[in-house]
T-cell receptor, first 112, second 108 residues
Framework: TAGITQAPTSQILAAGRSMTLRCTQD?????MYWYRQDLGLGLRLIHYSNTAGTTGKGEVPDGYSVSRANTDDFPLTLASAVPSQTSVYFC???????????FGSGTRLTVV | GIQVEQSPPDLILQEGANSTLRCNFS?????LQWFHQNPWGQLINLFY???GTKQNGRLSATTVATERYSLLYISSSQTTDSGVYFCSAMEYGNKLVFGAGTILRVKS
């Protein structure tokens, strides 16, 4: 089934450790996004990429980095995790005009 | 940036009842979308509706762009409608700004 695959589904991470959340799409969408969802705050944009080779900062980028080496993959890296990064992380993609917005199933990350 | 406000924050319905969810946004937008997050956390795109009215089964949505609001109607609600409904507006660069959501519980 076409869509977005995120891995891992969940993870418990020790504070100070690094981790990469993986995201792959097979819809050939140009744009990809990372959001975090926290109770009462809805979804907030961390980083985005409008096309392969380019990235941009969203509303809450601090402590996270991304890369977009090709169209399909958009990994999110936490260099040194802190407890405030405990959240559910969603990857999404869309075409260039913002149509066809599709979300992955999410990664539940707990930093202890 | 764009501010998106949703109301009500919580809603409890008896199965079969109708409901209206509201979304207000602070600036003119050319992309307004509604999403449903089911109890398992999956986000499903319901409507892309920058203006006008669209219907999909028991759900319909109306956006009045000049007055900066959108409404989501759920008719004859079912327990499977439970979850969180998000409204989102698009900023420059295809970035969605989400409201805090409306939590809907449909009781049988």
């Amino acid at each position: 089934t076409a869509g977005i695959t995120q891995a891992p589904t969940s993870q418990i991470l020790a504070a100070g450790r690094s981790m990469t959340l993986r995201c792959t799409q097979d819809m050939r969408h140009n744009a990809m996004y990372w959001y975090r969802q926290d109770l009462g705050l809805g979804l907030r944009l961390i980083h985005y990429s409008n096309t392969a080779g380019t990235t941009g900062k969203g509303e809450v980028p601090d402590g996270y980095s991304v890369s977009r080496a090709n169209t399909d993959d958009f990994p999110l890296t936490l260099a040194s995790a802190v407890p405030s990064q405990t959240s559910v992380y969603f990857c999404a993609s869309s075409d260039s005009g913002g149509f066809g917005y599709t979300f992955g199933s999410g990664t539940r990350l707990t930093v202890v | 940036g764009i501010q998106v406000e949703q109301s009500p924050p919580d809603l409890i319905l008896q199965e079969g009842a109708n409901s209206t969810l509201r979304c207000n946004f602070s600036d003119s937008v050319n992309n307004l979308q509604w999403f449903h997050q089911n109890p398992w956390g999956q986000l499903i795109n319901l409507f892309y509706i920058p203006s006008g009215t669209k219907q999909n089964g028991r759900l319909s949505a109306t956006t009045v762009a000049t007055e900066r609001y959108s409404l989501l109607y759920i008719s004859s609600s079912q327990t499977t409608d439970s979850g969180v409904y998000f409204c989102s507006a698009m900023e420059y660069g295809n970035k969605l700004v989400f409201g805090a959501g409306t939590i809907l519980r449909v009781k049988s």
